[in-house]
């Protein structure tokens, strides 16, 4: 059974950083690729980021680039995006998900895993 489980989400001023963390319990976490996806309120959920199985390829979106970074360390089953020089309109819940297929890119359907999520504030 796969289990995701976000940490590291908090308030933070604009400008700061915060780290987000996910401890995947799969047994195949090494084989497949994860994600972060955010839902702001009343807004659909988008993607954010996505790392393959070991490691790369990375993709982010454009709002993103530069910005936020993310990895994944298989010894530990975990994935983080670092989260910096953050803005007010990231303010989100913050979502880690593993693809049920493709060890290339976590394409967020409904049909991978999804952990509860993280909520992310930023103050201006």
């Known amino acids: 059974q796969v289990q995701l489980v976000e940490s590291g989400g908090g308030l933070v001023q604009a400008g700061g950083s915060l780290r987000l963390s996910c401890v995947d319990s799969?047994?195949?976490?090494?084989?497949?690729?994860l994600g972060w996806f955010r839902q702001a309120a009343g807004k659909e959920r988008e993607f954010v980021a996505s790392?393959?199985?070991?490691?790369?390829?990375?993709y982010y979106a454009d709002f993103v680039k530069g910005r936020f970074t993310i990895s994944r360390d298989n010894a530990m089953n975990t994935v983080y995006l670092q989260m910096n020089s953050l803005r007010p309109e990231d303010t989100a819940v913050y979502f880690c998900t593993e693809d049920a297929q493709s060890g290339v890119r976590a394409r967020g359907t409904k049909y991978d895993y999804w952990g509860q999520g993280t909520q992310v504030t930023v103050s201006s």
């Open positions: 799969g047994p195949t976490f090494d084989s497949y690729a």
């Open positions: 790392i393959g199985w070991n490691g790369a390829p990375t």
